[in-house]
């Protein structure tokens, strides 16, 4: 409740635009420290100890979002060159950085396409190794973009491939 209640703080005080720090993962790391900081706190209110730990998961949890950050473009600059002129496919590409699942309705939808036109444009994303098929089976198929959620669900320390 506390990790939430900072995040609104923030937010609320104009340090963060929108909650994009998960200083979860930070402290499920450092899960002994941050046990101890905050024992620290109780029995000898020593509060300096403790924001210089919460301050350093801000610091790390801030770098980790912004290389991923850095790597989701390179990834969306990587598959947009192998669109190039084909428009329609860009134009799903980017909407598979919101929502990294579609279907052919939901392809369609967002294109303004008919559904054997959003088919399309969904092949030529699985030509290119951006779009798998995750369902297995032909109607109401769902695919999903494995490269981004491949970065998305990385560890911070690792490099996606």
Known sequence: MGR????LYLLERG???KPLLY?????ERNKQAYYELLQRI???GDWEAWVRYFLAAVRETSRDATKQSYDLLAIRDKYRAKLTGKHRAQALLDELFV???TTVARAAKQLGVTPPTAQKTIDQLVAIGMLHGSTGREWGRTWVARPILKLVNSPSDTQPT
């Open 4 to 7: 939430l209640l900072i995040t």
């Open 15 to 17: 340090r963060l635009s």
């Open 23 to 27: 200083l979860s993962s930070y402290i």
């Open 42 to 44: 109780r029995t000898n």
């Open 99 to 101: 929502n990294a699942y």
